[in-house]
């Protein structure tokens, strides 16, 4: 049997277009070559490099993980993680823009303390007023605060980034009802970032309304990362076309059967 097709959907973020709507994070694989399959399972065109901590060039004598994920292939993210103020996140982003030959969609992350890895807002924006009118398309990671998100957008970033739920952590989504006062408001693309911890996260980000999913532990630390990335694509996917064909209404009572009732054989009469 032939699938319906259906119309193309491509995430739009700023001036580029990509037809995967799920991001990938780079790190915490056991090596380059299990992050290549894992990407490439996952169908994710755009994928996290954090430039802190991780060799796109700036070792000259150690493994580069452009050789693994070539800029050719894939559009590499670049982002500030391990940063701690906007001055740091701003120096950052501006050697990623010379390592990667003047590439500017990048991701700004300004953490607020080292052990739950929550967003500095106000370093955030303040960072994010500095790169957008240095020429950069910034995705932003922000907390789940619909005043906040208007706020990053209304500076210029290219798309609002809240958690589900802390960094690394694993639990979902813990307060859709932030995510979707977010929606309902931003003009720019809304994607989840941090807190997925396995299909059924990601699903349900998508049916929300959400427009893409970004993860890197969910993957990386799952008993098999090849298989996982899999499932997250699939994931991205059904959600995605579930929030596109609108769900049924929620009915707390009146249930009606899926069968119709018409004409149905009535009971046998005795006699």
Request: aromatic residues 4%.
């Amino acid at each position: 049997m032939t699938p319906t097709p259906f119309p193309a959907d491509p995430l739009v973020v700023g001036t580029r277009t990509f037809d995967s709507r799920l991001l990938l994070g780079t790190g915490k694989y056991k090596d380059f070559d299990e992050t290549r399959r894992a990407v490439d399972e996952s169908g994710a065109q755009i994928v996290t490099v954090a430039i802190r901590r991780t060799n796109i060039g700036q070792d000259t004598t150690a493994p580069s993980l452009l050789d693994a994920l070539p800029p050719s292939r894939y559009t590499l993210l670049p982002n500030t993680a391990g940063c701690y103020s906007a001055d740091d996140a701003v120096r950052t982003l501006r050697l990623a823009r010379e390592l990667l030959d003047g590439h500017t969609l990048v991701k700004l992350e300004v953490l607020g303390d080292p052990q739950n890895l929550y967003p500095n807002m106000p370093e955030t924006v303040k960072a994010a007023e500095v790169l957008v009118k240095e020429g950069f398309e910034v995705m932003v990671y922000c907390s789940d605060d619909p005043i906040q998100a208007r706020v990053l957008e209304s500076v210029g970033c290219v798309a609002v980034m809240p958690l589900a739920s802390l960094i690394g952590s694993g639990m979902g989504i813990l307060n859709p009802w932030n995510l979707q006062l977010i929606l309902e408001k931003a003009t720019v693309p809304v994607i989840v970032d941090a807190g997925v911890g396995t299909a059924s996260d990601a699903t349900i980000a998508m049916e929300l309304g959400c427009a893409g999913v970004l993860m890197n532990t969910a993957v990386a630390a799952a008993r098999d990362p090849i298989r996982m990335a899999r499932a997250m694509r699939l994931a991205v996917e059904a959600g995605r076309h579930a929030w596109l064909a609108g769900r049924m209404p929620r009915k707390l009572y009146g249930a009606s059967p899926s069968s119709p009732t018409g004409g149905m054989i009535g009971p046998v009469k005795a006699g």
